[in-house]
């Protein structure tokens, strides 16, 4: 049953004010699995298999997403985490049907027991904002800079609920920004977004997501734009919408520490697929795919004993066109050997709800999570020690540095010996 749409006590009915997070309340999660009709509520809430988008352009096909597979329990938050380009927003926007007409989507995403893969646009609307919602990574893109805010919520909570009347979906939309933390929320509705800093943008982007009490909630990327004190705000609105809806949630995003403290299950991906999933203990503590390994690596830890060093994962992720054969991570792995060129690895089970995309995963598992047993060659002490770079590092001798005549500015780094270019000649 929805509450959307129902004026009166569902959200602060316990009258209390604007915070810095959140305040009000949604009608409890109790009530009842929320439903679409002709959707069947005791099937599983969502189910990705094998799903697979291809580019057509102008250099071959590019394949973004190469066979991701997962499935979302109710109130389960799954986080979904890999490097730029690894596919994770081509996957969310599949799911929700909003990829080009262009892009070849085959494999299957069933919401609550019904497939949605080739479904039309007007069918698909249905399940979107009300099944299945999205908050996306820069609140502009999904803020329209010229109707007020207020405005744009109940625009949201009447689609779903044509008997609405514009007054009560007013109320309510004053509700939900107070729900979401906005202060004097009541004046605030009537702003537009260019009026909101970027960090209330987003807390209304999130408004609008859970407006229709959605079972999903998928989150890309919902902090990238915001400074790290926002950050920890906006996801502490994240939280409370949670617990205030009961939805579930798929949170991407390309840093391990924001998943850390949010989710249950941890989905990596690398070139468009994902390479190792797990509970977020079986991530953090004892990682199995090199990558994920890295990608621990790269980031300080709060728990590590005595002075870790952090180990950086030198190098790109490979073309996703014509890809070669053999395990794509390959030329950035240590622990790469010429077996791992014949083919790509399948995700091995590796315990219950353990998967890895490795053929060492025995060798992985004696580091249990500390990069720096596995990926010592390329660590930051070693590039600083120039054994890597020795000649890019290179500094010019102190008189042809003082050789730039008076009136030009001195050059960049840009312009030293490696650098991008050498501006000064090439752009006078
Ligand atoms: N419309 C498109 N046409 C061609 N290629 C595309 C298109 N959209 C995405 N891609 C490609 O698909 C791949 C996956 O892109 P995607 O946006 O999913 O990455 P991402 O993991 O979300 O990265 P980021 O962390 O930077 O957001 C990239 O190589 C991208 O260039
Ligand atoms: S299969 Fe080989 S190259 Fe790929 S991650 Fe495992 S060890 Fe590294
Ligand atoms: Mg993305």
């Known amino acids: 049953m929805s509450t959307t749409g129902t004026p009166g006590p569902a959200l602060s009915a316990d009258g209390r004010s604007a915070g810095a997070t959140s305040v009000g309340t949604l009608e409890p999660k109790e009530a009842g699995v929320r439903r679409l009709p002709g959707f069947d509520p005791s099937a599983p809430l969502l189910q990705v298999e094998d799903l697979r988008v291809r580019f057509p352009t102008g250099d071959g096909l590019v394949n973004a997403v190469r066979g991701v597979s997962y499935s979302l329990k109710s109130g389960e938050v799954l986080g979904i985490v890999g490097e730029s380009g690894s596919g994770k927003s081509v996957t969310s926007l599949a799911i929700m049907g909003l990829l080009p007409s262009s892009a070849q989507v085959t494999g299957s995403i069933r919401y609550r027991g019904q497939e949605l893969l080739g479904r039309k646009d007007h ?140 989710a249950d299950r941890v989905l990596v991906m690398y070139a468009g697929r994902p390479v190792e999933i797990g509970s977020v203990d079986d991530i953090y503590y004892e990682p199995r795919m090199p990558y994920t390994l890295g990608l621990l690596g790269s980031l300080p830890r709060v728990d590590s004993e005595g002075r870790e060093r952090l180990t950086p994962i030198i190098g790109s992720p490979p073309s996703m066109v014509n890809m070669p054969p053999g395990c794509p991570f390959g030329p950035r792995c240590p622990l790469h050997i010429p077996e791992c060129d014949t083919e790509e690895p399948p995700l091995f089970q590796l315990g219950p709800d353990h998967n890895a995309a490795c053929i060492r995963t025995d060798e992985v598992a004696r580091a249990h999570g500390r990069a720096a047993e596995v990926f010592d060659e390329t660590s930051a002490d070693t590039l600083l020690a120039q054994d890597v770079y020795p000649v890019e590092l290179e500094i010019a001798p102190e008189t042809e540095r003082d050789a730039v005549p008076a009136g030009e500015p001195a050059p960049d780094q840009a312009d030293r010996p490696g650098g991008p270019t050498t501006s000064r000649g090439e752009s006078a």
Do not use: C, W
Request: glycine share 6%; hydrophobic share 45%; no cysteine.
């Open 123 to 262: 069918e698909l609307s249905r399940v979107r904002g009300k099944g299945v919602s999205m908050i996306f990574q820069d609140p502009m893109t999904s803020l329209d800079p010229v109707y007020k805010v207020g405005f744009q919520i109940v625009e949201t909570l009447r689609v779903h609920d044509r008997k609405l009347s514009r007054q009560a979906a007013n109320a309510r939309a004053v509700e939900l920004l107070e729900l979401v933390g906005i202060p004097n929320a009541a004046a605030r509705v009537d702003s537009y977004p260019h009026e909101f800093s970027g960090g209330m943008r987003q807390r209304v982007v999130i408004a609008i997501a859970m407006a229709n009490q959605p079972d999903v909630i998928i989150a890309d990327e919902p902090t990238t734009a915001l400074d790290v004190t926002v950050q920890a705000q906006i996801l502490e609105v994240l939280d409370t919408a949670l617990d205030e809806t009961g939805a579930a949630m798929v949170l991407i995003t390309h840093d391990l520490g924001v998943v850390a403290g949010m």
